[in-house]
Nanobody, 126 residues
Framework: QVQLVESGGGSVQTGGSLRLSCAAS????????MGWFRQAPGKEREGVAT????????YYADSVKGRFTISQDNAKNTLYLQMNSLKPEDSAMYYC???????????????????WGQGTQVTVSS
């Protein structure tokens, strides 16, 4: 069975950095997209970043462009999210996600996600 296990969350000060990891296992196919969502208390889950298989491209939410970088290590079956210049508004539970929905490149939303990780908490304070 497919499993996505996030790690790397924690507490940092404003301006700090974290690198989230998502270890994937059990896939019998290559997901068309893998990426990250985040959800803060009382808010909807929002797409943060996604990477298309074969390094075809990436998508970033406007709020994280220039600060976050998504990447993957196929040999390790691991997805990463490098987060720099963190702000308090980045505080949220971050979820790794994967989908075989071929429309994921134009619609990175919770509705198309096939597999979710358990989440890892990111807290940014001053």
């Amino acid at each position: 069975q497919v499993q996505l296990v996030e790690s790397g969350g924690g507490s940092v000060q404003t301006g700090g950095s974290l690198r989230l990891s998502c270890a994937a296992s059990g896939f019998t196919y290559t997901p068309y997209c893998m990426g990250w969502f985040r959800q803060a208390p009382g808010k909807e889950r929002e797409g943060v970043a996604t990477i298309y298989t074969g390094s075809r491209g990436t998508y970033y939410a406007d709020s994280v462009k220039g600060r976050f970088t998504i990447s993957q290590d196929n040999a390790k079956n691991t997805l990463y999210l490098q987060m720099n210049s963190l702000k308090p508004e980045d505080s949220a539970m971050y979820y790794c996600a994967a989908t075989n929905d071929y429309m994921c490149g134009v619609r990175w939303s919770s509705a198309i996600v096939n597999y979710w990780g358990q989440g890892t908490q990111v807290t940014v304070s001053s």
